[in-house]
């Protein structure tokens, strides 16, 4: 059977999934993000959609619809709230669970669905064990971009975001969750830094910005974000999901600053905005 040719950008020049989180269930990968409109007055405006490949034949792009409207949250009837960048991990159950932020909140939301593309349904708000929400506690920072990841009966959750000169905000932090993927275990815990916190650290220059994304990988545990210069995705390096990253360096940049071969290295032909990605292995191939 002849393969349909394989290029970049992946989706129809029409769709729009910014933030993606990429994933192989079965023999399919499937690419979760959030959903701008062309046109669209701010970010993040659509329900979200998935879309998914043969993992032989990644030119063969399945739309599979609507997974999760924007109104399937209590807290956002209306409608009115964005649903910010996502992201899915399978639980101990079996089950796939979508986790998200509105845009005007700062408490962690999760769906669930029994299939990596079906209809995902409202679950519940990850909260402490006295049932607080994790983002309502005074203390708490604002959750924002989860990087979820599931070993045995236990999540890793990561989240954070961190604006130049916000000193409020630390950078991402880390919390284990229960097997109802829902209960906090362990209190919030730093491991990147933002700009506020990274001066005279290896993390200088390349503060964490946003995009918490985690991955394992022969072992270790390999965090991907998106940095203070925005247009880079960075990443970090850890023996453990819960402390001892070090950073590990640039992934990619959609800029072409510091090149100099064709223009003045400081002078970029193409302004870069922010970036928001992750990484996965297909067919033995990063």
């Known amino acids: 059977m002849s393969k349909k040719q394989a290029f970049n950008p992946y989706l ?22 959030s959903h701008d409109f062309w046109n669209g007055y701010v970010f993040c405006m659509g329900d979200y959609v998935c879309w998914s490949a043969p993992v032989n034949d990644l030119g063969n792009w399945r739309y599979e619809g609507v997974i999760y409207p924007r109104n399937a949250d209590p807290m956002n009837k209306d409608g009115r709230m964005c649903l910010y960048a996502p992201d899915v991990t399978v639980g101990p159950d079996g089950r796939y669970y979508l986790y998200y932020v509105l845009d005007k909140v700062g408490v962690m939301s999760v769906a669930v669905c029994d ?90 220059g390349h503060a964490f910005f946003e995009a918490s994304s985690i991955r394992k990988v022969n072992g270790k545990y390999y965090f991907v974000y998106s940095s203070e210069v925005m247009h880079e995705l960075c990443y970090a390096v850890s023996d453990s999901p819960l402390e001892g990253f070090k950073y590990g360096g640039v992934l990619v940049s959609n800029a072409d600053l510091h090149i100099d071969t064709y223009k003045p290295a400081d002078l970029p032909t193409c302004r870069g905005a922010n970036n928001h990605g992750s990484i996965i292995e297909i067919n033995n191939e990063w």
């Open 115 to 204: 299939e990596p593309a079906g209809k995902y349904e409202f679950y519940g708000y990850v909260h402490y064990k006295d049932g607080t929400r994790l983002g309502d506690r005074e203390g708490d920072e604002p959750q924002f971009d989860p990087g979820v990841i599931t070993e045995g009966d236990v999540t890793y959750m990561y989240s954070g975001f961190c604006g130049a000169g916000d000193k409020s905000r630390t950078g991402s932090k880390v919390v284990t969750l229960d097997k109802d993927m829902l209960t906090v275990l362990t209190e919030p815990q730093l491991i990147v830094p933002g700009s506020c916190y990274s001066a005279g650290t290896e993390w200088e």
């Open 12 to 33: 129809p020049s029409w769709e729009y999934i910014p933030d993606g989180e990429p994933y192989v269930f079965g023999d399919r990968v499937y690419v979760y993000g």
